[in-house]
């Protein structure tokens, strides 16, 4: 085991697939060598290498095996245990729990809520707790979103019972969900993550990305279950976990990492040259149980964001997950419009193609055979998910609760007119 005296350590625990109580997989420690660069280290114990049921914690970097594993990257964080940490948002509310800001990676590991995405846990005793049993219900979303409006003005969040209610908010998303305000709420079929609207949000950003996966549906992509609930006069978007599973004796979880790990990547601009669905598409080949039907999948996904404008389309909002021993692309999840300026160029956040993530039908055919794709069924798929969005956007927002008015405002993201622009005429 790791046994360096000034290195700050946790243990970490996993579900295995079918089981619902955690075991103790291994010990990570984080540490700063001679020169102050974070180093993590990670062992799997020797009692979970021997049981016959024992997994790895994902396919990329911490596969099984004895002797400790090494990474100097993501600040010394191993990919798959970023993962499992907060965002943006969930590191906010932390912060707001514990009193102060800039805490150490590993305090915002040991910190996070039991709810995390995926299967792992994280703990200073060898012997793991018992699984969460107690979540908040969708019967409590306004309180919820009260103090969810208080954190994001910077507000003190209701001095009176404030510790409480934080505690409340603190079954917050992960890695996977961004920056939105968001909860994990349950009722009689599971558990949900609910996005939270922000009063600075430019439309109904809840009722657009519910048409979004709606949309997603009827185009053949395999988007998350996801239905909008009104508490008071604010709406939410409901997105089931399906990291999760409900059952008699509790929760399944699901391993889950993101396409930042996938891609060993990191989610800062100097690394971008990494972020590519073509590249992702070729990680699907080494790791998918099912490599051809995940990777037309991801094509799928990829020409549904250049057509919706999604410029969102980061990493960290693409997954597999594994339920069993097999690993699988995640259902689509963030799908979001955008209404950038141009009309005649937009790009995606990941590489789809010869000319980067120039978001155009020539672009997005280029590398279709890394799909497992001919170029002529790449084109028929483009050109029905391209009619299908066009015809369809507004009948399915208007459907799903979006007004006349947001309407009007997202009208300018579905197949832009640059879209089929000759490609020397967008520059």
Known sequence: MISKPDAQECYVYITLPGRTEFV????FALETDRTGTPVGRFVYGRSYLA???AVPIDPVELKLGTGTQRTTALGGVFGALRDA??????RRVIEKHVGKPLLGELDYLLNAPDDRAGALGFGLNQTPPPPQR???????LEKLQRIADAIIADEDVAPSASADQVEDLMLVGTSMGGARPKAVVEDAQGLWLAKLNRPDDPWNHARAEQAMLVLARACGIHSAESRIMTVGDRDVLLVKRFDREKTEDGYRRARMVSGL???RTEDT????DRWSYVLMAEELRRVSGRPQEDAIELFRRMCFNALISNTDDHPRNHAIIAKDQEWRLSPAYDLTPSTPISTERRDLAMQCGDLGRYAHAGNLLSQSARFYLGPDEAAALIADMEDRIRSRWYETARREGLSERDCEKISRAFVYPGFRLPRGDAG
């Open 261 to 263: 790990t996938l891609l």
């Open 24 to 27: 103790t997989a291994g010990r």
């Open 134 to 140: 107690h979540f908040n219900q969708t019967l409590t």
């Open 85 to 90: 940490g907060p965002d943006y948002w969930g």
């Open 269 to 272: 601009h100097r690394h971008r």
């Open 51 to 53: 049981r016959p049921d």
